[in-house]
């Protein structure tokens, strides 16, 4: 389906190996894939990061998988896919319950793992609205299209993902680091000036041809999603992208 293909996926897996083969096979189906290799690492990513699956190991350095998804659990309900070599009912019982969404057993294999990853993200998901309407800029989440009006905006893949994660936040500011991390990955250089091009090409797709205007910048803080009366102070609309951090 095709919005199993664009999920952001944490492997905390600590076997170099296995954690390259998963990354590999993830990335070529189309997925964003960040990587620790202990459980330190991985607790850090998984609180401080936006992940849409989390793989995590139950044997890992430093801190095991039990303990590192106790901490998730405490203050998010990111799906957990738990990995363990040792096929022990006592593991199994004890992961699922401190949070763990699914379990499987070294060796798997790896299409059972994408199936098990797009049915997490899937229910993960469940709750989202298929349809979202910012005046009259309407989005389709499930067909990936969007229309302003009757007429069809043509978006590219990524152009579309940057959409998405505007209008899902309508209202919030966002920055460009944070942009960069939900849109690309969490590697991505924000000094750089792809997330203003990026914005601007929306910007003129989306908004440039039609009223009211949906896409704003404001000034030294990021961008936003949200019908207006009118221009709020400190906002540069059509200039100043590179005013936004």
Known sequence: MERDKHMKILIVEDELRTADYLSKGLTE?????DMAHNGIDGQHLALTHEYDVIVLDVMLPGQDGF????????????????LTARDRVEDRIKGLHEGADD???????FLELLARLQALNRRGRKQEPVQMRIANLQIDLLARKAFRGTTRIDLTAKEFALLAVLARRQGEILSKTAIAELVWDMNFDSNTNVVEVAIKRLRDKIDAPFSPKVLH?????????????APAGGESEA??????P
């Open 103 to 109: 379990y499987l057993i070294k060796p798997f294999s």
């Open 29 to 33: 189906q189309g997925c964003t894939v």
């Open 67 to 82: 303990a590192v998804l106790r901490a998730l659990r405490a203050v998010k309900e990111t799906p957990v896919i738990m």
């Open 217 to 229: 910048t404001i000034r030294g803080m990021g961008y936003v999603m949200e019908l207006r009366d």
């Open 239 to 244: 200039q100043g992208e590179g005013g936004a």
